[in-house]
């Protein structure tokens, strides 16, 4: 897909997120960052999350994210890249409550406490993906530099009702966050002229994602 030119005013605003998303990719994925504080990897996390949701609004970057969705990548990746991703965002600022990511829960009663919002509007769609008869998708990451690889799964939440949805049930925070943060610079990186060749490779199997009536 054709970069396009951002004007003056999202080059200032980008060049803020972007700066400051990098030097948050280049701490989450270290190796050091789970040595630290469960609250202050919580807050950095929360941060990541923020940055990119907010680069989201960028409609070169939405674009992108719509072209994957028809198809480009696989097409869970573009619901993984967008909805999922969103989805944490919005439930980590819509209830600044919890202190690290083990702690986050959400369930039907929470989600629509004030309205009916895009958190309940995503809970309900992953409901309804279903890969090989469940809601779970396998994933490897490879680690360039230190040639090792690493499998986890994303749980898309089977049932939504009243009963409590963990955060760390649907994506872990040791390789899944690894994961995130590889795949958000993937989608960033492609408005960024000469990219830095990405050290965290995405690797899985070409889901194609089954909805129930």
């Known amino acids: 897909m054709e970069k396009s030119l951002p004007n003056d005013k999202e080059l200032e605003v980008l060049t803020l997120f972007y700066n400051r998303f990098y030097d948050l990719y280049e701490e989450i994925t270290n190796d050091n960052f789970f040595k630290e504080n469960a609250q202050l990897r919580f807050f950095k996390l929360r941060e990541a999350f923020s940055i990119y949701k907010e680069l989201l609004s960028y409609e070169p970057i939405k674009s992108y994210l719509e072209w994957m969705k028809r198809g480009g990548r696989p097409p869970l990746e573009g619901i993984i890249a967008d909805g999922l ?112 060749e990405p050290d965290i490779k995405i690797m899985s199997q070409v889901y194609m994602p089954i909805k129930t009536k």
């Open 85 to 196: 991703f969103s989805f944490i965002r919005n439930l980590l600022l819509h209830f600044p409550i919890f202190k690290t990511w083990d702690e986050v829960y959400v369930n039907k009663n929470l989600a629509t406490w004030s309205k009916k919002g895009q958190i309940d509007k995503f809970l309900h769609k992953c409901t309804q993906i279903k890969i090989d008869g469940s809601g779970i998708l396998q994933y490897r990451i490879w680690e360039v530099k230190k040639e090792k690889m690493t499998y986890f799964s994303i749980h898309f939440p089977e049932v939504y009702n009243q009963n409590d949805i963990y955060l760390k049930d649907i994506i872990s925070e040791d390789a899944g966050m690894k994961f995130c943060m590889a795949l958000m610079r993937e989608v960033l990186d492609t408005q960024v002229e000469n990219a830095d």
